[in-house]
């Protein structure tokens, strides 16, 4: 039961190179307010961003004066179970207390977007009310995510190895968007989904 003083909440999520920020892009077009997690951590992480001293006491060396150093921290932290659950005990209650915000600034909207990669591995699926999971075949994913600067075969591995399959993605959504189409009907796979939802809503 969706509580009457609040947006319905879409969870969109998928694996890397899946195509998931060009699909938040078609949803914001449709004027549906986002939230990017990953947008967050990179402001929290940032020039002046709020974790980074914190982030430079617990990897030291991996931030500069422009913030942290992706690169570095990354090399710091995959692999390392560990060291991961120290970042992510700092990061995710401060991605949180944004996410209340931008809850509370766009309350009034029918509709709201949450783009969350680690929706399901983390254990964010019970907060929102539908769950978006963008796909591709592994063929596709893997051209996408190689071509990327300074990505290798194994940071991809690494990556893959932290996510739950895509296809269990899929069966645990409550709609796929399907991004080896062509983009013209992906996005009209996203039109379609947000006239049903404001539809059910209405």
Do not use: N, W
Not at 134 to 152: E, I, Y
């Amino acid at each position: 039961m969706i509580a009457p003083d609040r947006p319905f909440v879409i969870g969109l999520t998928g694996s890397i190179g899946m195509g998931k920020s060009t699909v938040a892009q078609m949803f914001v077009d449709e004027g549906i307010p986002l939230f990017d997690a990953d947008a967050a951590v990179h402001q929290l992480q940032g020039p002046d961003g709020a974790l980074v001293d914190e982030i430079e006491v617990l990897f030291p060396g991996s931030t500069t004066g422009e913030g942290v150093d992706r690169q570095k921290l990354g090399a710091a932290v995959l692999g390392d179970p560990g060291a991961l659950q120290k970042l992510e005990r700092l990061i995710h209650p401060a991605v949180g207390e944004m996410r209340k915000a931008f809850l509370e600034k766009y309350r009034d909207q029918p509709l709201i977007l949450f783009d969350i990669p680690l929706l399901f591995e983390k254990g964010g699926a019970d907060r929102v009310d539908h769950i978006v999971v963008v796909s591709a075949g592994p063929d596709q994913q893997r051209q996408r995510v190689l071509s990327r600067p300074g990505m290798t075969e194994q940071r991809f591995e690494q990556i893959r190895a932290l996510q739950m399959p895509d296809a269990d993605k899929r069966q645990m959504a409550h709609s796929v968007i399907d991004t080896s189409l062509p983009h013209a009907e992906t996005r009209q796979q996203v039109q379609k989904l947000v006239q049903k939802l404001k539809a059910s809503l209405a």
